[in-house]
């Protein structure tokens, strides 16, 4: 076949009649605008330039000029090398039938990006498809579940870097979007893998990767996500359905930032820490952010946190873990140390939400509907400084908030610690001409408001004296016992005090003295008093 057109088309004048001599590209090479015919229409001779034409052709196909102060030009067919690869390129149907590995793999062997359109069914494989090449990304601009399947056997479904070659880490490596499937025999959905991961010769890690926007279901016999390097960044990784297992961060597993973590339905753990059952080494410094674990199983926990140090968690959601066996929610065993766990929501059931044996343990603000057992308890050795626990709304309790059957009792619990200033409201209640009530202090530990401050009293008469006072936080008090002080007068001559108590029904403080003269006198008070709600 000619590369270059030789021969052009007669002009056809339209009656049917030809009326041009078959035309020539005169130098039989390139077009280049010089091109023309002599066409014979009528008694006249029209020459039939094809400037146009080549100028055109010449210009898009041959040259291509980006926009911006600086730019060259350059051939469209240079510019296309510049374009991620799809699996398409190479061969891939996406009709969920055909088994497109080979296909996906070649895409992937280009060493370039690989983008991922959507597919009619999914994109069939039988084998892992993971990036090859340090900075690879793989990609699709849509989140459809299920977009790549392995239907067929226990393959991994991506590894990061290629465990049978030496220096087969891919740092910096990436995937955006994408979905996958396994079965009931797959062993491994996605792999983060470290130095010598699989006994290579690695000299690097598959690190500082980046996993944005992926969900992994249906592997059925090992863990969806194994992260054993460090300094990864995580995003809104899912794992909705079907998986024994959720996310595992072990062995070299340090400083990795997982921001949005959805993980449901596992027959066992949804997130382990540490604690791999072939490595004996510490995770250091992982971060979670926005975690969901859920209708979960597993024989310590849900979460479960172990040969690791300064794990933090903020901002847990933890529903029905209960229903599938697990004894707590969320256990850090006595070989963590350093654990920060900030914002705690627990619904449905279960024995205990979360259980402490590590060292230097700080849980607060945990919120929990009803449990059988506490909603934190500290046991081992476990050291633990607890802050804020509340019961939900409307939530009768059966268990208790805290509790500790540490060695020595080594837990702290500052639940609700505060304090603040108030103008309490006061009413003349006995033998009371007038009351001024000033600006007052209290603090809050836990359950327990402490508060101090001053009231003048003008009593009407000699005699028995009662004012009531308002409470700086409102408490359902029950009995009188539940609010006590004392106050008196800093008169030089009348030594005038009395006592303070509850006022159960009108839910204040009762101040009770006899008075001994009609003076108008400054009182100063102190007490504390039970919160109840």
């Known amino acids: ?97 055909n088994d497109d590995t080979a296909a996906i793999r070649a895409a992937i062997a280009t060493g370039k990006s690989v983008y991922f359109p959507k597919p009619n069914s999914f994109y069939r494989i039988t084998d892992e498809i993971g990036p090859k090449f340090a900075g690879q990304i793989l990609f699709t601009n849509c989140r459809l579940r299920g977009m790549i399947r392995n239907t067929t056997n226990d393959k991994p479904l991506a590894y990061f870097g290629d465990p049978t070659v030496s220096n087969g880490a891919t740092p910096q490596a990436g995937m955006r979007g994408l979905t996958f499937f396994g079965n009931a025999a797959t062993t491994r959905g996605i792999v983060l893998s470290t130095v010598n991961e699989n006994g290579s010769a690695w000299t690097d ?31 809104n990784f899912t794992s909705y359905e079907g998986n024994k297992r959720g996310a595992i961060f072990a062995v070299d597993a340090n400083q990795n930032n997982v921001s949005g973590l959805y993980v449901t339905g ?141 060695v020595g009792g080594r837990a702290t619990f500052l639940d609700n610690i505060y304090s603040g200033l108030w103008t309490p409201t006061v009413t003349a209640l006995t033998n009371v001409d007038a009351v001024t009530a000033f600006e007052c202090q209290y603090s809050r530990v836990g359950n327990v408001i402490t508060f101090s401050g001053q009231v003048n009293i003008d009593p009407t008469a000699t005699g028995l004296t009662e004012i009531g006072m308002s409470l700086p936080v409102a408490s359902n008090l029950i009995a009188t016992r539940q609010a006590a002080g004392t106050y008196s ?45």
């Not at 699996?87 to 039938?97: E, I, K, M, R, Y």
């Not at 303070?500 to 008075?515: M, P, Q």
């Open 205 to 235: 890690a598959s690190k500082d990767c980046s996993l944005h926007d992926v969900a992994v279901d249906f592997v059925g016999n090992g863990w969806a996500l194994e992260c054993y390097s460090w300094c990864n960044d995580i995003r």
């Open 266 to 406: 596992c027959a066992e753990q949804s997130l382990q820490v540490g604690a791999h059952p072939t490595s004996t080494r510490v995770s250091r410094g992982n971060s979670f952010r926005g975690v969901v674990v859920q209708q979960s199983g597993g024989a310590d926990g849900v979460v479960v946190i172990a040969d690791a140090d300064n794990t933090t968690i903020t901002g847990l959601y933890s529903e029905s873990n209960n229903v599938k066996g697990a004894p707590r929610a969320v256990f850090v065993k006595d070989t963590a140390r350093g654990t920060v766990i900030n914002g705690v929501s627990h619904l449905s059931g279960g024995a205990v939400v979360i259980k402490n044996e590590g060292l230097g343990t700080s849980v607060d603000g945990v919120v929990s509907s009803n449990i059988t057992g506490a909603i934190v308890e500290n046991a081992g050795v476990g050291t633990l400084n607890l802050g804020t626990v509340e019961w939900m709304a409307g939530v009768t309790p059966s268990g208790v908030k805290f509790s500790d059957s540490s």
């Open 489 to 533: 007068s800093n008169s030089s001559t009348i030594k005038d005090g009395g006592a303070i108590y509850g006022d159960s029904t009108n839910k204040r403080l009762t101040f009770r003295h006899v008075a001994g003269s009609t003076s108008n006198l400054s009182f100063f008070f102190s007490g504390s008093y039970l919160v109840r709600t």
């Open 1 to 97: 076949m000619a590369k270059y057109p030789t021969q052009l088309l007669p002009f056809w004048k339209g009656d049917g009649v030809q009326q041009i001599a078959d035309a020539s590209n005169p130098d039989a090479g390139p077009l280049d605008g010089a091109e023309f015919a002599t066409v014979s229409r009528g008694s006249g001779v029209l020459k039939t330039t094809l400037t146009a034409i080549g100028t055109w052709v010449l210009g898009t196909f041959l040259a291509f000029t980006q926009t911006g102060v600086g730019a060259i030009a350059r051939t469209i067919l240079a510019k296309l090398f510049d374009l991620p690869v799809t699996p398409q390129d190479f061969g891939a149907v996406g009709d969920g039938s």
